[in-house]
């Protein structure tokens, strides 16, 4: 209809709010219609002052990996937030603060409730790298040597231009006098950068000590006693530097006993049936017999025994007596016929078994009447009787 757009800030029939100001501003359309008439139309329009965005910094825009800063936003209700770093929105990050980590140029483009939006100024973030350095291994040390923890050997990493301080304290508050140490412990090395970033490592140093001890042994000739290689035989006092049990100096005295074995022998005599026990058999038979056993100073002794085993003996024999004659057998008055047995001692001093058959003959008395005539003679058991009268005679009956 080829209408024309008039009010303030329309120029060639384009509103610009810029030059119409911040109000309310009323815009005339006028157009001729096809009959040749003339209309005019007009609308309010209200031009808004456009909305800041204002972000605070909380702490240093320039830090080390691992600190932050907050980037915030003033609390505003209907106002929507996003966050950009280096012009790109970052993901999920719609609140009115923001805790950065990272480098980049960080900005917060805001809509406010009118539609209006507005993004921050930049504000530039750096992050400064920690220094990167490790320990390496430390293997245990023997006294009197030391660990210099000033020795770059003991990093890996780059050294150049960095600081480094020695402590007794993981809160850095005991400085050592020296970084060469000998004596075991944890030590801290503070790691200092150019930019005042800083990284804490230990070292675990362990610092071993010689050791020195004696020994005693005891054994037995021809026996060796192998003390480090020595194979030793004779009694004394011996020395030798070993390894201990942490990887030092160990230096050893032993005391050395060498004793002897023995020998001897001995002889036994017993009478069957016993046994003779020697170091636990139960001998019964004469011969020579040998046994190991330990001498009163530990070692072998060899004892040989020559065991002679006797036997006991039996026998019998026969007695004869007139009563009232009495027999002594064996300290016994026997006056009785009978057998009887007593146990002597043989002649290799065994039992002796005597068994006695003993016999008890009675005496007797008998008569006889003889007569002769003188001059004639009577042989009475050996005597010339030649008178009358009575005789008598003891004869054997």
Same mark, same amino acid.
């Given at each position: 209809?080829?209408?024309?757009?008039?009010?303030?800030?329309?120029?060639?029939?384009?509103?610009?709010?810029?030059?119409?100001?911040?109000?309310?501003?009323?815009?005339?359309?006028?157009?001729?219609?096809?009959?040749?008439?003339?209309?005019?139309?007009?609308?309010?329009?209200?031009?808004?002052?456009?909305?800041?965005?204002?972000?605070?910094?909380?702490?240093?825009?320039?830090?080390?990996?691992?600190?932050?800063?907050? +980037?915030?936003?003033?609390?505003?209700?209907?106002?929507?937030?996003?966050?950009?770093?280096?012009?790109?929105?970052?993901?999920?990050?719609?609140?009115?603060?923001?805790?950065?980590?990272?480098?980049?140029?960080?900005?917060?483009?805001?809509?406010?409730?009118?539609?209006?939006?507005?993004?921050?100024?930049?504000?530039?973030?750096?992050?400064?790298?920690?220094?990167? +350095?490790?320990?390496?291994?430390?293997?245990?040390?023997?006294?009197?040597?030391?660990?210099?923890?000033?020795?770059?050997?003991?990093?890996?990493?780059?050294?150049?231009?960095?600081?480094?301080?020695?402590?007794?304290?993981?809160?850095?508050?005991?400085?050592?006098?020296?970084?060469?140490?000998?004596?075991?412990?944890?030590?801290?090395?503070?790691?200092?950068?150019?930019?005042?970033?800083?990284?804490?490592?230990?070292?675990?140093?362990?610092?071993?000590?010689?050791?020195?001890?004696?020994?005693?042994?005891?054994?037995?000739?021809?026996?060796?006693?192998?003390?480090?290689?020595?194979?030793?035989?004779?009694?004394?006092?011996?020395?030798?530097?070993?390894?201990?049990?942490?990887?030092?100096?160990?230096?050893?005295?032993?005391?050395?006993?060498?004793?002897?074995?023995?020998?001897?022998?001995?002889?036994?005599?017993?009478?069957?049936?016993?046994?003779?026990?020697?170091?636990?058999?139960?001998?019964?038979?004469?011969?020579?017999?040998?046994?190991?056993?330990? !001498?009163?100073?530990?070692?072998?002794?060899?004892?040989?025994?020559?065991?002679?085993?006797?036997?006991?003996?039996?026998?019998?024999?026969?007695?004869?007596?007139?009563?009232?004659?009495?027999?002594?057998? !064996?300290?016994?008055?026997?006056?009785?016929?009978?057998?009887?047995?007593?146990?002597?001692?043989?002649?290799?001093?065994?039992?002796?078994?005597?068994?006695?058959?003993?016999?008890?003959?009675?005496?007797?008395?008998?008569?006889?009447?003889?007569?002769?005539?003188?001059?004639?003679?009577?042989?009475? !058991?050996?005597?010339?009787?030649?008178?009358?009268?009575?005789?008598?005679?003891?004869?054997?009956?």
């Amino acid at each position: 209809m080829g209408g024309v757009f008039s009010g303030p800030g329309v120029v060639s029939n384009r509103f610009f709010p810029t030059q119409a100001g911040v109000g309310i501003h009323v815009l005339t359309y006028t157009y001729t219609a096809t009959a040749g008439c003339t209309y005019s139309i007009t609308t309010v329009v209200e031009v808004q002052a456009t909305p800041s965005v204002v972000v605070a910094i909380v702490g240093n825009s320039s830090f080390c990996r691992g600190d932050s800063v907050i +980037l915030s936003a003033p609390i505003q209700a209907g106002v929507s937030h996003q966050w950009l770093r280096n012009g790109v929105m970052i993901t999920g990050n719609t609140a009115q603060s923001l805790v950065v980590y990272e480098s980049g140029t960080y900005q917060l483009r805001s809509v406010f409730a009118t539609g209006c939006a507005d993004t921050s100024a930049p504000f530039t973030v750096t992050v400064y790298e920690l220094p990167l +350095l490790t320990v390496n291994a430390i293997s245990p040390i023997c006294f009197p040597q030391n660990v210099n923890l000033s020795n770059p050997d003991l990093y890996s990493g780059d050294l150049t231009g960095l600081q480094l301080s020695f402590w007794g304290d993981s809160l850095t508050t005991q400085a050592l006098v020296s970084p060469i140490v000998t004596i075991s412990g944890r030590y801290f090395v503070r790691v200092e950068s150019a930019n005042g970033c800083r990284q804490l490592l230990w070292v675990d140093v362990w610092v071993l000590h010689p050791s020195a001890n004696g020994l005693s042994a005891t054994i037995c000739a021809p026996a060796t006693y192998d003390f480090n290689g020595q194979s030793l035989s004779s009694t004394g006092t011996y020395t030798s530097t070993l390894i201990n049990a942490v990887g030092c100096d160990s230096v050893v005295t032993l005391q050395l006993t060498v004793n002897q074995p023995s020998t001897s022998s001995l002889s036994a005599t017993i009478c069957a049936p016993a046994t003779y026990d020697f170091n636990g058999q139960p001998l019964s038979a004469s011969g020579t017999y040998t046994s190991t056993l330990t !001498n009163a100073v530990g070692c072998d002794s060899v004892i040989t025994l020559n065991l002679t085993v006797n036997q006991p003996s039996t026998s019998s024999i026969t007695a004869t007596i007139c009563a009232p004659a009495t027999y002594d057998f !064996n300290g016994q008055a026997l006056n009785t016929t009978g057998i009887y047995t007593s146990t002597f001692t043989n002649s290799v001093g065994c039992d002796s078994m005597i068994t006695l058959n003993l016999i008890v003959n009675e005496p007797s008395t008998s008569g006889l009447t003889a007569m002769i005539c003188a001059p004639a003679t009577f042989d009475f !058991n050996g005597q010339s009787l030649s008178t009358t009268g009575s005789y008598t005679s003891t004869l054997i009956n």
